[in-house]
Every structure is written in structure tokens, then in C-alpha cells.
């Protein structure tokens, strides 16, 4: 479904798959991402034109929906919904794990379709998706994305890109713990210089960025390392780690 606006007023396409996943899941990716806006700040830093929303992350949130979908689930589907400033990625059943533990867990509502898909090439390594669309979503400047789980569908968002001074709190902190929890499976640890650099922020702003791990800290989704001898060179960690 692709709407005029940021809501469901007006209709602009509507397409029903017809194809099995195996030899349509290609040509519906191309689709969704060649259906995308532009990019403008990206485009005019590399002198290119470049989609809204990054094609890997596109294409690793619709294997995703295909895969964790709960086919009991009578009257409803996998859906893709684009708006003018976001894309939402959708499917039946409720997720087995919490949304937060997206980028480090991992657990199959079908594992035989799983299996299969990797097999065909779609999707890869366990757990590694989200991995990726988190990353993407920090390459392109995006805000973070958004994983919500309702009382029947699990839905992942993916938000155009916004300056920095246009985002919510909400989107600084999911920004942050997000970002805390990629460089954790990294083998890496946050800290307020490499938070920056994902806002592409100047040194000069510093107490900008405490502010927000403080408001993640305080949030409960991150703490403080152990091991961290002083406010400034503090490391932090996802609160499960």
C-alpha cells in the first residue's frame, strides 16, 4: 500500500502479491524501494541519487515479516505500508521475544520456512537482520527505526530522515540504546564521542549528547560499565548485558 501523505486518507497504489516468495521476494523489494522518495540529504552529500530508505534495510524487514508471520492467523497478511515519511512493515502474530531484544535474540515462529529462505538466498545468518537495519539507519542518518508489538501484529518502522534539532526525545533515546546494543554485539561499547558520531554532531555539543544517554540511562535500556574511572571516558551497556 502506498498512501499520499503521512496517514491512510488517500490511496495512491495498491498491489496484492501474486507470486510465490521464493521467485517474487526479488521483484518485490525492487518495488518497494524503487516506490521509495529521495533521499535529499544524502543526495546532496554524495552527489547521487539515493532512497529514502536503505534497500538492505528494506529488504531485511520484509524477509523478516515472511518469516516470523503466524499463519494461523485468520484474515490478515503480511503488509507493506509507505507514507511520505515513514514505511511500515507489518505481519500477523505477536513476536516471541521483546521488541528490545531484536538486534541480540533471535527465535523462528517457522523455523522449516527459515531454513528454507536461507537456502533461496533471502534471508542469511540467524539474527543478523535487524543488525543491519539498524546499522543502515545509522549510515544514512535516519532516525532509529521503530519495533512495535500490538495485540496482533508485529510492526517494524523505518522513518525518513530528520535533523537532528527535529527529533523527538523518544526517537534520541531509541536512537541510543539502539545504538548502544549494535556496537554490544560488536564487541564494542558505547561511549559519548562514538554517539556523536552517529548523530554527526560536532565535539562542541558533548553535553548534548550526555543529556541523551542520560535520559536512555534513566529510561532503564542502558547502564554505566563497571570498569568506567570517570563521566567523561564512560563506557555504557545495554541494560541486559
Not at 510465490?20 to 521476494?25: E, I, L, Q, R, T
Request: one cysteine or more; charged letters at 25%.
Amino acid at each position: 500500500m502506498i498512501y499520499d501523505g503521512i496517514n491512510k486518507l488517500q490511496t495512491r497504489d495498491e498491489i496484492v502479491g501474486q507470486r510465490g516468495y521464493a521467485v517474487g521476494f526479488a521483484g518485490l523489494v525492487n518495488y518497494v524501494n524503487t516506490a521509495a522518495p529521495q533521499n535529499r540529504f544524502i543526495e546532496e552529500v554524495v552527489r547521487e541519487e539515493v532512497k529514502m530508505f536503505p534497500k538492505q534495510a528494506i529488504r531485511e524487514l520484509i524477509a523478516n515479516a515472511l518469516i516470523h508471520q503466524d499463519f494461523l492467523a485468520t484474515g490478515s497478511s503480511v503488509m507493506i505500508e509507505m507514507y511520505g515519511d515513514r514505511v511500515e512493515i507489518s505481519n500477523p502474530g505477536i513476536s516471541p521475544i521483546p521488541a528490545e531484544r531484536f538486534i541480540d535474540e533471535y527465535r523462528s515462529r517457522n523455523e522449516q520456512l527459515a531454513d528454507l529462505m536461507r537456502r533461496f538466498g533471502i534471508c542469511e545468518e540467524k539474527g543478523s537482520g535487524i543488525d543491519k537495519v539498524v546499522n543502515a539507519a545509522e549510515v544514512f542518518q535516519l532516525p532509529a527505526p521503530d519495533f512495535r508489538i500490538g495485540e496482533t501484529r508485529t510492526t517494524a518502522i523505518l522513518f525518513a530522515y530528520q535533523n537532528f534539532a527535529d527529533m523527538s526525545k523518544s526517537d534520541r533515546i531509541r536512537a541510543c540504546y539502539q545504538h548502544c546494543c549494535l556496537l554490544y554485539v560488536s564487541n564494542r561499547q558505547m561511549s559519548n564521542k562514538t554517539l556523536r558520531d552517529r548523530f554527526r554532531l560536532m565535539p562542541s555539543q558533548t553535553k548534548t549528547v550526555s543529556t541523551i544517554i542520560r535520559a536512555t540511562r534513566d529510561a532503564g535500556l542502558i547502564k554505566s560499565d563497571a570498569d568506567s574511572v570517570s563521566t567523561r571516558y564512560a563506557r555504557y551497556l545495554p541494560f541486559w548485558a
